[in-house]
């Protein structure tokens, strides 16, 4: 392994289980160091930290809502005075919070929204400041097929990560030709806790594969956009869904 200073520095959000743990392991298996964003589950994230040591490499957990502009900001500042550089973000923090639409309270919309769209604008804003001045670096957001397709019940959700795919197209448009590539990853049906209620079977039914996707099939995507093999690849949407369209 390279020295540690030579490591490039990977910051997952919600890295405390699921595929956001998926991700920090796949990318310390690949020679990142990882900063491993959580809200409340700092024992999950301390597991992942034992992973993502476990796979070679070092990192560290940092607590903040990612929705909370001055937590991210205090969060960050730990950060940048820890690492010189961050050359991957993966913006993965999100929740879900079902109801019909017009059951549905505002709290329940704006949670949902916030976590993920005000999310993805208070992180990756300064982080794209960094990588602006480095001409380098790659984000990676997070969607769902429910942000293409949208799905019954999750209008909040839907419309949450319908937002963070446009987002991340205009912003991959406005700093191209600055070295940097912002991509994003929608799963489908992904085996984690988001679903453990779910009926697993109708589901299969659902998708032609006729299965589950893994967390780690969907890291690994992650990966390989933040790698040099993606060189050429932004402002795309690359769905991990098992052929739903």
């Known amino acids: 392994m390279n020295d540690i200073v030579n ?18 392991v796949e990318m310390a298996a690949n020679g990142y160091q ?20 476990a796979a070679g490499s070092s990192g560290m957990c940092v607590p903040f809502d990612v929705a909370d502009a001055d937590a991210t900001q205090k969060g ?9 550089t961050v050359d991957a973000l993966i913006n ?11 059951m549905m309270t505002p709290d329940k919309w704006r949670s949902v929204i916030d976590i993920t769209l005000q999310g993805f604008y208070n992180v990756t804003r300064p ?9 380098r670096g790659a984000v990676v957001s997070i969607a769902s097929v429910a942000g293409i397709m949208g799905n019954r019940g999750q209008s909040n959700y839907a ?6 795919i446009g987002a991340s197209r205009s912003v991959a448009s406005e700093v191209a030709r ?21 009926p697993v079977q109708k589901i299969k039914g659902m998708i032609p ?32 869904n098992g052929g739903m369209f």
Not at 34 to 53: H, K, P
């Open 76 to 84: 960050l500042e730990t950060i940048f005075n820890t690492y010189p």
């Open 92 to 102: 993965n923090a999100g929740r879900i919070a079902d109801e019909l639409f017009i």
């Open 7 to 24: 490591q490039p520095v990977a910051l997952v959000t919600g890295g405390s289980k699921g595929i956001g743990r998926a991700i920090c």
């Open 159 to 164: 419309a949450a990560k319908a937002g963070l």
């Open 178 to 198: 600055l070295g940097i590539r912002v991509n994003v990853v929608a799963p489908g049906l992904i085996q984690t806790e988001m679903i453990h209620d779910a």
């Open 127 to 135: 982080i794209l400041e960094k990588m602006v001045v480095q001409k």
């Open 34 to 53: 990882v900063i491993i964003n959580y809200f409340s589950d700092a024992d999950g994230a301390r597991e992942t930290l034992r992973q993502v040591e």
């Open 209 to 240: 594969m006729a299965r589950l996707g893994s967390a780690e099939e969907a890291a690994r995507v992650v990966r390989f956009l933040c790698s040099p093999d993606a060189s050429y690849v932004t402002g795309q949407v690359i769905s991990v």
